[in-house]
């Protein structure tokens, strides 16, 4: 014999009752509500100020200017020649990076403090400064001296945490 002349597989629908569907009703109510609260956190930790990032791009843009024309200044005074003469590199340098982080910190005041590890960073620089001043004048005492980088609380150095402050390559390494 062969088979019915129907599908095989198809099968009578099934009963809803009230119960399935109220249950299908408040999942989807779930899921809903669900799939917005999740939107909802990802728009809010997408705009949100990272504790560990300086991410304002207006405040990235004015270090960067501030960094690019400090770091061609530093590369134009070379460090080299007799202790005298590294030590007055240094400190021609350091009024360059001064004038930097001077120029920062007059840009945008507002968006440093709303940037969290900005002023950490500004900071890390003037520690940073100051360790290569400490250089500058040891420098005339002992030819072979060398810099000691400023370490943060943990005992990494600053010169590690300034960098990685920064969305991929560093700003002002």
Known sequence: TYPPERNAWQ??????????????????????????ALVAAIV????????ELIDDDGLTASI????????????????????QRRSDAIRDQNRAIRIMLTSIRDDAPDAIRADRPAARWLRDWDRLVGAREV?????LRDPN????????????????RMDDVWRGDPVCP
């Open 11 to 36: 099968f009578a629908a099934p009963s809803v009752t009230m119960g399935r569907r109220s249950l299908a009703v408040v999942a989807a109510l779930v899921a809903l509500l669900a799939a917005g």
């Open 44 to 51: 809010h930790a997408g705009s949100g100020d990272s504790p």
């Open 64 to 83: 960067a200017a501030h960094c690019a024309l400090m770091t061609s200044t530093v590369e134009s005074l070379p460090v080299t020649g007799t202790a």
């Open 135 to 139: 250089l500058a004048a040891e420098l």
């Open 145 to 160: 001296a060398s810099l000691d980088v400023p370490v943060d609380a943990d005992g990494r150095p600053v010169t590690e």
